[in-house]
């Protein structure tokens, strides 16, 4: 859901509480398996290079 649709909803109801607890499951996810691929991604010399 877009920030600023999210921000309307009524966090005191139930339909106003899921979808933030929602993004926190997806963000919970997200940081577990990220850190996995940017191991491998370093194993394999994928580097950011600044100038």
Do not use: N, W, Y
């Not at 997806?26 to 940081?31: L, N, P, Q, S």
């Amino acid at each position: 859901m877009r920030p600023c649709k999210s921000r309307v909803l009524d966090k005191s109801t139930p339909m106003g509480a899921i979808p933030e607890r929602l993004e926190q499951v997806k963000a919970r996810i997200r940081g577990k398996v990220e850190h996995p691929f940017r191991v491998i991604k370093r194993q394999f010399g994928d580097v950011k290079v600044r100038f």
